[in-house]
Protein backbone atom coordinates (compact mmCIF):
# COMPACT_ATOMS: atom_id res chain seq x y z
CA UNK A 1 0.00 0.00 0.00
CA UNK A 2 0.97 3.40 -0.70
CA UNK A 3 2.27 5.01 2.41
CA UNK A 4 4.33 7.89 3.78
CA UNK A 5 6.16 7.67 7.13
CA UNK A 6 8.45 10.02 9.19
CA UNK A 7 10.73 8.80 11.94
CA UNK A 8 10.60 10.37 15.19
CA UNK A 9 7.72 12.47 16.34
CA UNK A 10 10.13 14.43 17.89
CA UNK A 11 13.73 15.43 17.30
CA UNK A 12 15.72 17.83 19.57
CA UNK A 13 18.89 19.68 18.56
CA UNK A 14 20.97 22.44 20.16
CA UNK A 15 21.44 25.68 18.30
CA UNK A 16 23.95 25.56 15.69
CA UNK A 17 23.74 21.74 15.39
CA UNK A 18 22.87 19.55 11.49
CA UNK A 19 19.11 19.07 11.75
CA UNK A 20 18.12 15.80 10.30
CA UNK A 21 14.12 14.93 9.83
CA UNK A 22 13.83 11.55 7.88
CA UNK A 23 10.52 11.13 5.18
CA UNK A 24 10.16 7.82 3.63
CA UNK A 25 7.35 6.48 1.45
CA UNK A 26 6.34 3.55 -0.15
CA UNK A 27 5.80 3.78 -3.80
CA UNK A 28 6.89 1.10 -6.87
CA UNK A 29 6.37 4.65 -8.67
CA UNK A 30 8.71 7.76 -7.07
CA UNK A 31 6.14 10.18 -5.63
CA UNK A 32 6.05 13.87 -6.09
CA UNK A 33 7.61 15.24 -2.66
CA UNK A 34 7.05 17.91 -0.20
CA UNK A 35 8.09 19.19 3.01
CA UNK A 36 5.89 21.79 4.58
CA UNK A 37 6.90 23.76 7.85
CA UNK A 38 3.91 24.71 10.48
CA UNK A 39 4.98 26.74 13.27
CA UNK A 40 2.36 26.71 16.34
CA UNK A 41 -1.06 28.66 15.40
CA UNK A 42 -0.63 28.81 11.96
CA UNK A 43 -1.10 27.03 8.69
CA UNK A 44 1.80 24.72 6.96
CA UNK A 45 4.10 26.96 4.56
CA UNK A 46 5.56 25.06 1.95
CA UNK A 47 10.00 24.71 2.40
CA UNK A 48 10.29 22.91 -0.74
CA UNK A 49 9.66 20.26 -3.18
CA UNK A 50 10.79 17.88 -5.47
CA UNK A 51 8.70 16.92 -9.32
CA UNK A 52 11.46 16.26 -11.47
CA UNK A 53 15.21 16.76 -11.77
CA UNK A 54 18.02 17.43 -9.92
CA UNK A 55 17.39 15.13 -6.93
CA UNK A 56 18.98 17.74 -4.77
CA UNK A 57 16.64 19.85 -3.69
CA UNK A 58 16.81 23.61 -1.86
CA UNK A 59 14.40 25.29 -0.22
CA UNK A 60 13.65 28.56 2.03
CA UNK A 61 15.29 29.26 5.62
CA UNK A 62 18.14 26.96 4.42
CA UNK A 63 16.71 23.98 4.40
CA UNK A 64 17.49 21.37 1.65
CA UNK A 65 15.87 17.62 0.87
CA UNK A 66 17.40 15.29 -0.92
CA UNK A 67 15.58 12.02 -3.18
CA UNK A 68 17.37 9.07 -3.16
CA UNK A 69 15.02 6.50 -4.81
CA UNK A 70 17.40 3.47 -3.91
CA UNK A 71 16.11 4.23 -0.29
CA UNK A 72 12.86 5.54 -1.04
CA UNK A 73 13.25 8.76 1.21
CA UNK A 74 13.05 12.33 0.92
CA UNK A 75 14.87 13.31 4.21
CA UNK A 76 15.03 17.00 5.43
CA UNK A 77 18.54 18.54 6.54
CA UNK A 78 19.95 22.23 7.39
CA UNK A 79 23.29 22.54 8.63
CA UNK A 80 23.00 24.63 11.17
CA UNK A 81 20.08 24.91 13.32
CA UNK A 82 18.25 28.26 14.99
CA UNK A 83 16.14 28.70 17.30
CA UNK A 84 13.66 29.89 14.73
CA UNK A 85 13.38 26.63 13.55
CA UNK A 86 11.56 25.11 16.17
CA UNK A 87 8.38 23.99 14.79
CA UNK A 88 6.23 20.76 13.22
CA UNK A 89 7.36 19.72 9.92
CA UNK A 90 5.71 17.23 7.98
CA UNK A 91 6.75 15.35 4.83
CA UNK A 92 3.79 15.20 2.12
CA UNK A 93 3.60 12.92 -1.26
CA UNK A 94 1.27 12.88 -3.99
CA UNK A 95 1.54 9.04 -5.60
CA UNK A 96 2.28 8.45 -9.56
CA UNK A 97 -0.69 8.11 -11.00
CA UNK A 98 -2.43 10.08 -8.16
CA UNK A 99 -5.26 7.45 -6.41
CA UNK A 100 -7.87 9.03 -7.94
CA UNK A 101 -6.74 10.67 -10.89
CA UNK A 102 -6.45 14.16 -8.61
CA UNK A 103 -3.97 16.66 -6.87
CA UNK A 104 -4.19 14.85 -3.63
CA UNK A 105 -1.47 14.74 -1.01
CA UNK A 106 -1.22 12.27 1.56
CA UNK A 107 0.88 13.42 4.92
CA UNK A 108 3.06 12.10 7.40
CA UNK A 109 2.44 11.92 10.63
CA UNK A 110 4.69 15.20 11.08
CA UNK A 111 8.10 15.76 13.26
CA UNK A 112 8.22 18.10 15.85
CA UNK A 113 11.77 19.91 15.91
CA UNK A 114 12.94 21.57 19.40
CA UNK A 115 16.13 23.95 19.16
CA UNK A 116 17.70 24.56 22.50
CA UNK A 117 20.47 26.78 23.33
CA UNK B 1 -1.83 40.43 0.70
CA UNK B 2 -2.83 37.29 2.27
CA UNK B 3 -2.85 34.55 -0.43
CA UNK B 4 -5.44 31.79 1.31
CA UNK B 5 -7.42 33.28 3.88
CA UNK B 6 -10.04 32.02 6.17
CA UNK B 7 -12.32 33.00 8.59
CA UNK B 8 -13.47 32.53 10.89
CA UNK B 9 -9.62 32.04 12.59
CA UNK B 10 -11.56 30.41 16.16
CA UNK B 11 -14.87 29.09 16.03
CA UNK B 12 -16.06 27.26 19.86
CA UNK B 13 -19.58 26.44 19.91
CA UNK B 14 -22.12 23.99 21.02
CA UNK B 15 -22.88 20.40 19.79
CA UNK B 16 -25.36 20.11 18.34
CA UNK B 17 -24.89 23.46 16.26
CA UNK B 18 -24.67 24.28 12.60
CA UNK B 19 -21.92 26.38 11.72
CA UNK B 20 -19.35 27.77 8.60
CA UNK B 21 -16.19 28.33 7.42
CA UNK B 22 -15.31 30.31 4.63
CA UNK B 23 -12.33 30.41 2.80
CA UNK B 24 -11.06 32.71 -0.25
CA UNK B 25 -7.52 32.70 -2.10
CA UNK B 26 -5.89 35.43 -4.64
CA UNK B 27 -3.66 33.50 -6.34
CA UNK B 28 -5.50 32.66 -9.27
CA UNK B 29 -5.66 28.48 -8.82
CA UNK B 30 -8.07 26.65 -10.10
CA UNK B 31 -8.23 23.85 -7.50
CA UNK B 32 -8.89 24.42 -3.59
CA UNK B 33 -9.01 22.06 -0.69
CA UNK B 34 -10.50 21.33 2.61
CA UNK B 35 -8.09 19.32 5.36
CA UNK B 36 -9.12 18.61 8.99
CA UNK B 37 -5.86 17.98 11.55
CA UNK B 38 -7.13 15.75 14.31
CA UNK B 39 -5.52 17.01 18.31
CA UNK B 40 -2.19 14.92 16.97
CA UNK B 41 -1.97 16.57 14.02
CA UNK B 42 -2.29 14.45 11.90
CA UNK B 43 -3.79 16.07 8.71
CA UNK B 44 -6.38 14.59 6.18
CA UNK B 45 -7.89 15.71 2.88
CA UNK B 46 -11.59 16.41 3.10
CA UNK B 47 -12.66 17.46 -0.27
CA UNK B 48 -11.05 19.08 -3.16
CA UNK B 49 -12.96 21.46 -5.85
CA UNK B 50 -12.05 22.53 -9.01
CA UNK B 51 -13.23 25.32 -11.16
CA UNK B 52 -16.40 24.81 -8.69
CA UNK B 53 -16.94 21.28 -8.94
CA UNK B 54 -16.20 18.96 -6.27
CA UNK B 55 -13.42 16.34 -7.91
CA UNK B 56 -12.50 14.65 -3.99
CA UNK B 57 -14.86 13.92 -1.40
CA UNK B 58 -13.47 11.79 1.32
CA UNK B 59 -15.78 9.67 3.07
CA UNK B 60 -16.31 12.64 4.96
CA UNK B 61 -20.14 12.41 7.00
CA UNK B 62 -22.56 14.40 4.81
CA UNK B 63 -23.09 16.49 7.65
CA UNK B 64 -20.21 18.24 6.36
CA UNK B 65 -20.93 19.83 3.29
CA UNK B 66 -18.78 22.04 0.90
CA UNK B 67 -19.77 24.92 -1.56
CA UNK B 68 -17.87 26.81 -3.95
CA UNK B 69 -19.27 29.57 -5.21
CA UNK B 70 -16.35 30.80 -7.65
CA UNK B 71 -13.10 29.49 -8.33
CA UNK B 72 -11.55 31.87 -5.46
CA UNK B 73 -13.59 30.57 -2.98
CA UNK B 74 -14.65 27.27 -1.16
CA UNK B 75 -16.46 27.20 2.24
CA UNK B 76 -17.18 24.23 4.63
CA UNK B 77 -20.48 23.77 5.81
CA UNK B 78 -21.10 21.66 9.52
CA UNK B 79 -24.58 20.65 10.47
CA UNK B 80 -25.16 19.14 13.98
CA UNK B 81 -21.81 20.09 15.21
CA UNK B 82 -20.04 16.52 17.36
CA UNK B 83 -17.18 16.54 19.88
CA UNK B 84 -15.68 14.59 16.93
CA UNK B 85 -15.70 17.66 15.14
CA UNK B 86 -13.13 19.43 17.08
CA UNK B 87 -9.73 19.94 15.37
CA UNK B 88 -8.41 23.02 12.95
CA UNK B 89 -9.85 22.71 9.69
CA UNK B 90 -7.44 24.42 6.63
CA UNK B 91 -7.66 25.70 3.63
CA UNK B 92 -6.09 25.23 0.43
CA UNK B 93 -5.20 25.69 -3.04
CA UNK B 94 -3.10 24.91 -6.27
CA UNK B 95 -2.53 26.04 -9.47
CA UNK B 96 -4.46 22.90 -11.61
CA UNK B 97 -5.13 19.31 -10.82
CA UNK B 98 -1.65 18.23 -11.42
CA UNK B 99 -0.16 16.39 -8.68
CA UNK B 100 3.18 18.03 -9.01
CA UNK B 101 1.85 21.44 -8.19
CA UNK B 102 2.20 22.49 -4.68
CA UNK B 103 -0.72 23.71 -2.01
CA UNK B 104 -1.04 26.39 -0.87
CA UNK B 105 -2.92 26.88 2.79
CA UNK B 106 -4.50 29.04 5.00
CA UNK B 107 -3.66 29.67 8.36
CA UNK B 108 -6.53 27.61 9.88
CA UNK B 109 -9.26 26.81 11.27
CA UNK B 110 -9.52 26.08 15.26
CA UNK B 111 -13.07 24.70 15.66
CA UNK B 112 -13.90 23.68 19.84
CA UNK B 113 -17.18 21.71 20.31
CA UNK B 114 -18.51 22.44 24.20
Known amino acids: AQSVTQLGSHVSVSEGALVLLRCNYS??????LFWYVQYPNQGLQLLLK??????LVKGINGFEAEFKKSETSFHLTKPSAHMSDAAEYFC???????????????FGAGTRLAVHP | DTAVSQTPKYLVTQMGNDKSIKCEQN?????MYWYKQDSKKFLKIMFS???????INETVPNRFSPKSPDKAHLNLHINSLELGDSAVYFC?????????????FGDGTRLSIL
Open chain 1, 27 to 32: SSVPPY
Open chain 2, 49 to 55: YNNKELI
Open chain 1, 92 to 106: AVNFVPPPGGYNKLI
Open chain 2, 27 to 31: LGHDT
Open chain 1, 50 to 55: YTTGAT
Open chain 2, 92 to 104: ASSRGQGNNQPQH
